[in-house]
């Protein structure tokens, strides 16, 4: 990096000729009674240049040195103090521009405040309208998040944030030039809303699949009215999907992450593996969390709850339900596949059963596109690190968000099986039923600190 001209390295040989020269100039008439002093400072100043002294010491080293300089001043000649004086000035000026400029004063940040500009576009900064943003912002409920550094934030001021980190891939300092702060006070804001959103909603709502049980039967005639009648069991489709993350590397503490885990000979990439169940209204209705990028989809399908709480299901419901998958998951009661095309054995009757059915189960892909699509900053590789984030909860809020732009704007599953209006309303009111229920067991004005 260049500043003035100059490279950091070239600042700091610079900054330490100058304070060489400084302290020269104070002592070169008194060496005979401050030659100790002399050689004390002098390596204290070293370190100091060297990066061996925090920060806040270095301070207290400049103050020491103004100090001495004061003291020092009436005994020295007009030649003396002139050369001091311009090496103090460069010396002030080299440490500035050493220090950069990571925070920028903070102004409350409201949606009013943003669709007041005529120039900002909601839509394409937080993906969602101003009036629709106030029905998240009722529906989530966010409480005020207390940071490290004892600064709050309003549920909606940190709405907004985690809104634009998690759609606009990239570093924190284009959205610290709208919200001010610093970069680590936005990271701390974006990672108390994702465990917020996570365990109060990823949770009862993704990794329940009891709680959409009350929908199986209208999902079941969807499927059954779009596949011709084939099947009057299927409720929705599962697929697996890859996202890319980068390459582990040595840790701090001298720990190594296995790259060969999360290495998928298939893509060829590292990365993790999420599975979907997606119903036909466009929601992902189960996302258990994820697993290493070499693991197989029936792997995660076994290891998963979600075969468990299918049956559990059925046996309560006393009716048949089942999921219907592609070809890389092995045939079972609770999961069906079509059958392949390529078999000498298969007949026409089944490869039109088959047809039927593929046509529907794409919208699983159109579900997990849409994730990608709505939170850009998951399909980022470079902001995808394994160890340092976690990606497991990112994702799933991510899923969530998702599901809401769904429940607000439609996809293009809604489209293709015409079930927009009456299955998002459904979800919608289950959704504030669970808000209210959050509510009453915490507070209405709860300040909460993860």
Not at 299 to 315: C, G, N, R
Not at 319 to 340: E, K, N, P, Q
Not at 354 to 366: H, I, M
């Amino acid at each position: 990096m260049i500043i003035w001209g100059y490279r950091r390295e070239q600042i700091t040989h610079r900054a330490g000729c100058c304070l060489t020269e400084l302290f020269a100039d104070l002592f070169q008439f008194y060496f005979s009674l401050f030659v100790v002093f002399r050689i004390v400072v002098l390596a204290l100043l070293c370190c100091a240049m060297a990066r061996l002294i925090p920060q806040r010491d270095r301070h207290a080293l400049l103050l020491f040195i103004i100090c001495t300089i004061v003291i020092l001043w009436p005994r020295m000649g007009a030649a003396q103090r002139m050369h001091m004086l311009q090496n103090i000035g460069l010396l002030l000026l080299l440490l500035e521009a050493r220090r950069p400029q990571t925070s920028t004063p903070r102004r409350l940040r409201t949606i009013s405040s943003f669709a007041d500009q005529e120039q900002w576009d909601m839509r394409s900064n937080f993906r969602f309208e101003a009036n629709e943003l106030f029905r998240l912002r009722d529906a989530l409920d966010l409480p005020r998040f207390r940071l490290h550094n004892r600064a709050v934030y309003v549920g909606e001021e940190a709405l907004l944030v985690f809104l634009a980190r998690i759609h606009i891939p990239g570093r924190w300092y284009k959205i610290r030039n709208e919200f001010g702060g610093s970069s680590s006070r936005l990271s701390e804001v974006f990672n108390m809303v994702v465990r917020y959103l996570y365990f109060r909603f990823c949770i009862p709502l993704l990794q329940n699949l009891r709680h959409w049980a009350p929908y199986f039967d209208v999902w079941c005639a969807t499927i059954a009215r779009k596949s011709e009648g084939a099947v009057d069991f299927v409720f929705g489709f599962l697929d697996g999907h890859f996202n890319t993350c980068c390459q582990p590397v040595l840790r701090d503490d001298g720990g190594q992450l296995a790259p060969d885990v999360l290495y998928s000979g298939y893509y060829k990439e590292h990365g993790l593996k999420y599975q979907h169940l997606t119903a036909p209204n466009g929601l992902t209705i189960h996302l258990p969390p994820p697993f290493v990028g070499s693991t197989h989809d029936q792997t995660m399908l076994t290891q998963s709850t979600l075969l468990t709480e299918l049956a559990q299901i059925i046996a309560e419901k006393g009716r048949h339900y089942c999921m219907y998958a592609d070809l890389i998951y092995s045939l079972s009661i609770y999961c069906m596949t079509g059958f392949r095309r390529t078999n000498p054995q298969t007949t026409p009757a089944q490869r039109e059963w088959t047809r039927r059915l593929n046509g529907p189960r794409t919208s699983v892909e159109w579900c997990i596109g849409k994730v990608g699509t709505v939170c850009a900053a998951t399909t980022d590789e470079r902001q995808q690190k394994v160890g340092l984030q976690n990606l497991g909860m990112i994702y799933s809020t991510a899923t969530l968000i998702a599901n809401c732009h769904t429940c607000c704007y439609g996809s293009v599953c809604n489209q293709y099986f015409e079930t927009f209006a009456a299955d998002n309303r459904l979800t919608a009111a289950v959704s504030r039923r669970i808000c209210h229920a959050r509510r009453r067991a915490r507070g209405r004005h709860g300040c909460i600190a993860l």
